[in-house]
Nanobody, 119 residues
């Protein structure tokens, strides 16, 4: 059974940090990119970051560049999103997805984890 499970969300003050994890099971990350996406209330889902399977190349939404870092541990079949200097506008449900390539739509989705940045 293919599954992506996110964890690590929560409530944090502005300027704080969180690390999200995306654990994959039922398939290997060797053949899939992994992306992080987010959806705030009343807004469309947007791509935040992605890491490719072939060369580990990373991509970031302009508004998170320099603050977020994506990484993968293929041995653990897990991808991480380290989020620093968080802002209230980063508040959203964060999802991980597994596309074949970072330019594709995900073939698989996780259930999402809430990130709330508020004082």
């Amino acid at each position: 059974q293919v599954q992506l499970v996110e964890s690590g969300g929560g409530l944090v003050q502005p300027g704080g940090s969180l690390r999200l994890s995306c654990a994959a099971s039922g398939f290997t990350l060797d053949y899939y990119a992994i992306g992080w996406y987010r959806q705030a209330p009343g807004k469309e889902r947007e791509g935040v970051s992605c890491i490719s399977s072939s060369d580990g190349r990373t991509y970031y939404l302009d508004s998170v560049k320099g603050r977020f870092t994506i990484s993968r541990d293929n041995a653990k079949n897990t991808v991480y999103l380290q989020m620093n200097s968080l802002k209230p506008e980063d508040t959203a449900v964060y999802y991980c997805g597994a596309p074949r390539r970072c330019t594709d739509k995900p073939s698989y989705w996780g259930q999402g984890t809430q990130v709330t940045v508020s004082s």
